[in-house]
């Protein structure tokens, strides 16, 4: 993304128009990680999550939220745990 801050303006402007825009929600992730804003994507990230309206949505927002700790929050014990959870609930 050459200007990640226009990005990031652009994608809440399509959130404004359809707030359940699963697309954008996760673009809006990986724009908050590469701006350093790491809670922010780790919000977005939980609140897609939660959102999660069948078992195999859940499972694979799961593993992105694993993403999201290593990549952006550095924290790879937290990203382990979340993926051995995510193994145990559908092995």
Do not use: C
Not at 37 to 54: M, W
């Amino acid at each position: 993304m050459p200007n990640p801050q226009r990005a990031e303006l652009s994608y809440r402007e399509v959130l404004k128009r359809l707030p359940n825009d699963v697309g954008a929600m996760e673009r809006l992730v990986h724009v908050h990680g590469g701006l350093g804003d790491t809670q922010k994507a780790l919000e977005i990230q939980t609140e897609l999550l939660n959102r999660a309206g069948t078992p195999e949505e859940k499972r694979d927002r799961t593993i992105e939220l694993s993403r999201v700790q290593e990549d952006f929050l550095k924290d790879r014990r937290k990203a382990e745990a979340t993926l051995d959870k995510a193994r145990k609930t559908w092995p």
